[in-house]
């Protein structure tokens, strides 16, 4: 098992890291070819679980591994526990943060719903779901899941998640990019909680974790003042709730 997550974490971070940085040099001289390595940048985590699972298992073990984790007979609940539990965040530390005095700007469903429709599918296809998904969850939580508590294991895949952003703390025009880095990774530990959560309910199934994925990144982009606007109070509040979330998770009594 720590042989093949290691290999998991080296394939992963490399791909990643030397697509973003490839992709911030020649950013001036050829954008559209950076956008295209910033975005395979983002399928690292999928794309390296793919390749340890067939090294070694064989094509046989590939095609069961992504049978396990694309099973659909798991409940409808799953489904709907995983795009709703964002709101559970993101609604009361908005109005925490109104209450106390902030003020939000409208939420860009109310400018264009078209766009937050196309933004959902968009997010699921080349924002991060489909390309990290089946590595952190179906791939590197399910292996430390045979030895370890979900909990423990999501401990451990929330750090790696987390330090796996690290360079685009350091590209412009990232979403990363001007925020702080400690901060980040303690949201990324917590939010590995919750989705260890969901995935110990999930029988195996990366579905629901993503549609979680997918619900996150787009409520996230529809709450006001959330993203892009530089606001750290109500980040810190967002991310208070999350790690109020996560506690509450971590400390449950849940059986498989």
Known sequence: MQH?????ILVTFSWSWGCWLLAALIRSQSPITAGVLSTLGGFGPSLAAALVVALD???QALRIWLKTCLK????VHAFAWAFLLPLCVLIPA????VMTGGRLPPSPI???AWLA??????IFLLGG???EELGWRGYAWKLLREKHTWQRSSLVVGLVWGLWHLPLFYIADTLQHGLALLPFIASAVALSVVFGWLSERSHGSVLPALVLHTATNWWAWLVPGLLGGGNHRQLLLTLGMLTLMALAMFCSKQQR
Do not use: K, M, T, W
């Open 94 to 97: 908005a109005l925490v943060y």
């Open 110 to 112: 109310a400018i264009n």
């Open 72 to 75: 659909r007979d798991i409940g």
């Open 129 to 131: 779901p489909l390309g």
């Open 4 to 8: 093949s997550l290691v290999r998991f």
């Open 117 to 122: 429709g196309a933004n959902l599918f968009l």
């Open 57 to 59: 298992g064989g094509v």
